[in-house]
C-alpha cells in the first residue's frame, strides 16, 4: 500500500532557528500534499495544501512566511518552520493524496508526524 | 459551511464493554466521504475505514462497527468488546469535493481499562 514517510519524528530547536520538515510518498507520486498541525490534546488543523511545482495554499489564519512549503518534485514536500518559538510546538502531520483512478477522493496516506519542540 | 462535530471528548470503558463514538457532519456537497480514523499515543493516524456520501450501508468489520445514516448526518462509530488495546483517540472526519481537504473533528479519547 501506499507509505508516507515523515522526517524527522522528533526535533527539539532553539527558540529563533529554523526546522525543516520532510515528508515523501515512497510508493507513489503525490501532486498534492497536505500538512496539519494538532495541539496536544486536539484535532487535526489543515495548514496548507502543497501542489507540486506551485505556491502552497496556505488556510486562513496561517503565516505562510512563518511555514514555507516547498514541493518541488513528484515525491517530496517540505514544510520549514522559520525563526521558530516555544508557541509553534506542536506535532505536525502531512498527508499524500494519491493520484488514481476513477475515484475522486484518490485516497489520502498520512505520515507518522514530527513533534516539535522549540526551547 | 464543512464540519464534523465530535461530541464526546473522553469516554472510558471497562474492557469487554461495548462503546460508541459519536460523529455528526454538516456539508452542503451531495457527493462526499466520510472517516474514522484511529491515533495511537505515538501519534500516527492509523486509517479505519471511508464512506461515500452515496453508501449508507452499515459496515462491520471484525469487533468494529459502523453506522452512517443520511437522515441524521451521522456516522457513528462501534466497538464491541473493547480491549485495552483500542484505547486512542479516535478522529471522524469529512472529505468534501468542493474543496478537496479533509477536515477533522474534535477527536474522541477513548480509554479502556483492564
Known amino acids: 500500500g501506499a507509505v508516507v514517510s515523515q522526517h524527522p519524528s522528533r526535533v527539539i530547536c532553539k527558540s529563533g532557528t529554523s526546522v525543516k520538515i520532510e515528508c515523501r510518498s515512497l510508493d507513489f507520486q503525490a501532486t498534492t500534499m497536505f500538512w496539519y498541525r494538532q495541539f496536544p490534546k486536539q484535532s487535526l488543523m489543515l495548514m496548507a495544501t502543497s501542489n507540486e511545482g506551485s505556491k502552497a495554499t496556505y488556510e486562513q489564519g496561517v503565516e505562510k512566511d512563518k511555514f514555507l512549503i516547498n514541493h518541488a518534485s513528484l515525491t517530496l514536500s517540505t514544510l520549514t518552520v522559520t525563526s521558530a518559538h516555544p508557541e509553534d510546538s506542536s506535532f505536525y502531520i502531512c498527508s499524500a493524496r494519491d493520484v488514481g483512478g476513477d475515484d475522486p477522493y484518490y485516497g489520502y496516506t498520512f505520515g507518522s508526524g514530527t513533534r516539535l519542540t522549540v526551547v | 459551511a464543512q464540519k464534523v462535530t465530535q461530541a464526546q471528548t473522553e469516554i472510558s470503558v471497562v474492557e469487554k464493554e461495548d462503546v460508541t463514538l459519536d460523529c455528526v457532519y454538516e456539508?452542503?456537497?451531495?457527493?462526499?466521504?466520510l472517516f474514522w480514523y484511529k491515533q495511537p499515543p505515538s501519534g500516527e493516524l492509523v486509517f479505519l475505514i471511508r464512506?461515500?456520501?452515496?453508501?449508507?450501508q452499515n459496515e462491520i468489520s471484525g469487533r468494529y462497527s459502523w453506522n452512517f445514516q443520511k437522515s441524521t448526518s451521522s456516522f457513528n462509530f462501534t466497538i464491541t468488546a473493547s480491549q485495552v488495546v483500542d484505547s486512542a483517540v479516535y478522529f471522524c472526519a469529512l472529505f468534501y469535493n468542493q474543496g478537496g481537504k479533509l477536515i477533522f473533528g474534535q477527536g474522541t479519547e477513548l480509554s479502556v481499562k483492564p
Open positions: 456539508t452542503r456537497d451531495t457527493t462526499y466521504y
Open positions: 464512506r461515500n456520501s452515496f453508501d449508507e
